[in-house]
């Protein structure tokens, strides 16, 4: 494995492409108590389609990535939850728009837990019976969602803001197309997207290399290289509906605002930038945050963040307030007069350092770091680089950024009381 030291936090990260194909990074941490690994592939909930042999590609259900992660836990033996009950470790895994990752977290019998991991990962087994038991399962977690007012105004918000982009689909999907789904399409998926060269694993805690790499060989099996290529999406600048709004069981209203933004490649500065002007539009010290909480419009559940993926950009905002739609002017007022003004240098790199200390500060933690990694590669970025991006960024860097919000392409989704 490659040794690459970072320079900035002094911690070396042992990086390699197995000659399976997948890319793997260690991060060693001989005085953590515990270890960290995870398993993912570049897929899902946007990757909605399959190849077809003339070349073309067909729509498979929504909510098939979501589907396929609670599958594969099954075998045609022992699954793999009791199998890690043997070994103590704390086993999960989670679905993304993206993403779908497989996990552990163990302070004992580390390596018979990285072996599980491995091998049931590799090894998907279904069954008409099981397929059908599990549509009643994850049918009734849909059910369950769509109860849950803050996934309601979430989604909302998606369903306003694209037209086309199967982003704005739950990432469940909805009881209809989980009944399609059938043991022959989920063999499809899971070969077409659980392809090593698709994904990576990354291990961090009181773990050598030569211990996952050992592992690794003895249990990764070699695949036809493919790597499935970013999916076209017709989707317009502008937002599907300025407005939606539902009423359900809450004490004050939700709301989430979203700024839409054409598609694009994010960087590592990029991603910085946006870690950066987030803070800078509305946190906890910015003019904007205290704007409303003097004017008791917002409460502390107020946050801010960038959303990004294949094919989506959106500045996101959200929180509890009796006035919605007053939250939105003066937000919409605040960007425009950032855009004037300019930014303050004084305040970029207050938010530089409180930014790069708030990252710094996790990684003492393997989860903190191997979800940090595994984040990257994912993304398609160097590990640690967005961390290195934060002392590049300029503030001429983030005026640009800042400058291509559009107030106009933007939707408010709000839950009110009954």
Excluded at 104 to 109: G, I, K, L, P, S
Excluded at 393 to 398: H, P, R, S
Aim: charged share 25%; net charge negative.
């Amino acid at each position: 494995m490659n040794a690459v030291k970072n320079p900035m936090i002094g911690d070396t990260l042992y990086v390699d492409t197995h000659k399976t194909g997948l890319k793997i990074v260690v991060w060693p941490q001989p005085e953590a108590s515990s270890v960290y690994a995870v398993f993912a592939t570049k897929y899902g909930s946007v990757y909605n389609t399959l190849p077809t042999p003339d070349g073309g590609t067909e729509e498979v259900p929504e909510g098939i990535a979501h589907y396929l992660e609670h599958k594969l836990f099954e075998s045609e033996g022992e699954d793999a939850f009791v199998r890690y009950a043997a070994t103590g470790a704390n086993a999960n895994a989670y679905t993304s728009f993206d993403r779908t990752a497989y996990l552990f977290h163990a302070t004992e019998n580390v390596l018979p837990s990285l072996e599980i991991l491995l091998d049931f990962v590799q090894d998907p087994y279904f069954t008409e019976e099981t397929v059908q038991k599990e549509q009643g399962i994850i049918g009734q977690e849909i059910r369950m969602g769509e109860d849950q007012p803050g996934r309601r105004v979430f989604f909302n918000l998606l369903e306003a803001v694209y037209h086309n982009h199967p982003v704005r689909v739950d990432i469940a999907g909805t009881v209809d197309t989980i009944a399609r789904i059938t043991p022959e399409l989920l063999y499809r998926c899971y070969h077409r997207y659980y392809n090593l060269h698709n994904m990576v694993l990354v291990v961090a805690g009181n773990i050598t290399p030569d211990e996952v790499m050992t592992t690794a060989d003895r249990l990764l099996k070699p695949c036809e290289e493919f790597i499935p290529a970013d999916f076209p999406v017709d989707e317009p600048d502008t937002v599907k509906q300025e407005y939606v709004e539902v009423s359900m069981p809450v004490a004050s209203p939700l709301f989430y605002l979203g700024f839409k933004e054409p598609a694009k490649v994010q960087t590592a500065l990029s991603m910085a930038g946006s870690r950066l002007l987030t803070q800078l539009m509305a946190g906890r010290t910015s003019r904007l945050y205290n704007r409303l909480m003097d004017e008791g419009l917002i409460n502390d559940q107020f946050e801010a963040e960038y959303m990004f993926g294949p094919g989506h950009n959106m500045w996101l905002f959200g929180g509890e307030s009796s006035d919605p739609k007053r939250v939105k002017a003066i937000l919409c007022e605040e960007i425009a007069r950032l855009q004037a003004e300019g930014l303050d240098a004084e305040e970029v790199e207050a938010c530089r350092r409180g930014a790069y200390g708030r990252l710094v500060a996790g990684l003492d933690d393997p989860t903190e770091c191997g979800e940090l990694i595994q984040a990257n590669l994912i993304d398609g970025i160097e590990p640690l680089a967005e961390l290195e991006a934060l002392a590049k960024v300029t503030i001429e860097d983030l005026q640009a950024q800042l400058s291509a919000i559009n107030v106009q392409a933007c939707a408010l989704s709000v839950v009110n009381p009954v």
